[in-house]
């Protein structure tokens, strides 16, 4: 089975909502033996906290469920996880500056790495924004997971 962790700060907004997404089209391909994917945060703003109810709004509009509980990462989950992956640059470097970090440094990728429009950039954080925001980041994440997950598959192959 190959694991996922989804990093964002607060574990509030953007990685549980990868979370979901990732559950969701596991789900739709009928892949559930094959996959696991948990979120987390760098910082320890939220732990024990459901997400931001505006991800919930959004992720329900898009026809996604999210449960998920906020919590820190942890150094254990460097190995517990096959990918890692932060959804901006600052997260990447929080995550590489902790101990032991670069053995590890090759499961770690930006969520955008997969992005089929604007591969690289940063996931913007949609926190202090409306809920425009929160929908283009949806919209960012929907394609970013289904790039990543093409990746996965044709590596069970």
Known sequence: MVSVLFVCLGNICRSPLAEAIFNYQVRQR??????????CGTANYHIG?????????????NGITIQHIGRQFDITDFKEFDWIIPMDESNRDNLLRLQGADKFRDKIKLMRTFDTENRGADVPD???????????VF???DRSVRGLLHILVAELK
Do not use: H, M, V
């Open 30 to 39: 009928q892949l559930q033996p094959y996959f696991r994917a948990a979120s």
């Open 49 to 61: 906290d459901p997400p931001d109810s505006r991800t919930i709004r959004n992720a329900i509009k």
């Open 126 to 136: 949609p926190y202090s924004g409306s809920e425009k925001n929160f929908q283009e």
């Open 139 to 141: 919209e960012i994440l």
